[in-house]
């Protein structure tokens, strides 16, 4: 089962503006990552967050955690037609670090 | 380099046949994921490498799915015989350690479709 959800499942903007999507998971995580996946290719590592860490960016990503929510965020500012992707939040299973699960992601599309 | 490679990159084949996909990891990385995805069940892990020994490969569908690492630079996922449930969008992904505060880097994937 996807230890994973993201929220929304899909989110159309008009370029420029933000775009923020949810990850919310059920069980105790080490740490929490973001992958990117455009139409056709594989996915690709934006960012990771640590269970002690509350924010993270990375150009104009943003990353917040919420260990007692059980939830993270994802906010790309400024957003452009190239980052229409699908993105994903990936959680560890604690115990087992290696493994990754996948959220179902959200699917952004970016209008020009 | 030239990051995580895979082949083919589509593959069509018809129900009983075998199927063998192919990937090469990154140079220096040490722990291979294989990942099949699908609209229905998303992005499941199939089996882990670390250091050419399977470590977890409780995600493998059924015995028709085996995975092999005969170096520690390439890996094979075949499945005899084919049926259609196994179309899916195939993925390798390779890190360093395989722990998950390492990032995974992902192939291109192969397109699998069974007829």
């Known amino acids: 089962s996807q230890q994973g959800e993201e929220d929304p499942q899909a989110l159309s903007i008009q370029e420029g503006e933000n775009a923020t999507m949810n990850c919310s998971y059920k069980t105790s995580i080490n740490n929490l990552q973001w992958y990117r996946q455009n139409s056709g290719r594989g996915l690709v590592h934006l960012i990771l967050?640590?269970?002690?860490?509350r924010e993270k960016h990375s150009g104009r990503l943003r990353v917040t955690l919420d260990t007692s929510k059980k939830s993270s965020s994802l906010l790309i500012t400024a957003s452009r037609a190239a980052d229409t992707a699908s993105y994903f939040c990936a959680t560890d299973e604690g115990s087992n670090d290696y493994k990754l699960s996948f959220g179902a992601g959200t699917t952004v599309t970016v209008r020009a | 380099d030239a990051g995580v490679i895979q082949s083919p990159r589509h593959e069509v084949t018809e129900m009983g046949q075998e199927v063998t996909l192919r990937c090469k990891l990154i140079?220096?990385?040490?722990?291979l994921f294989w990942y099949r995805q699908t609209m229905m069940r998303g992005l499941e892990l199939l089996i882990y490498f670390n250091n050419n020994v399977p470590i977890d490969d409780s995600g493998m569908p059924e015995d028709r799915f085996s995975a092999k690492m005969p170096n520690a630079s390439f890996s094979t996922l075949k499945i005899q015989p084919s049926e259609p449930r196994d179309s899916a969008v195939y993925f390798c992904?390779?890190?360093?350690?395989?722990?998950?505060?390492?990032?995974?880097?992902f192939g291109p994937g192969t397109r699998l479709t069974v007829l």
């Open positions: 992904a390779s890190s360093l350690q395989g722990w998950s505060y390492n990032e995974q880097f």
């Open positions: 140079s220096g990385h040490n722990s």
């Open positions: 967050i640590r269970s002690n860490e």
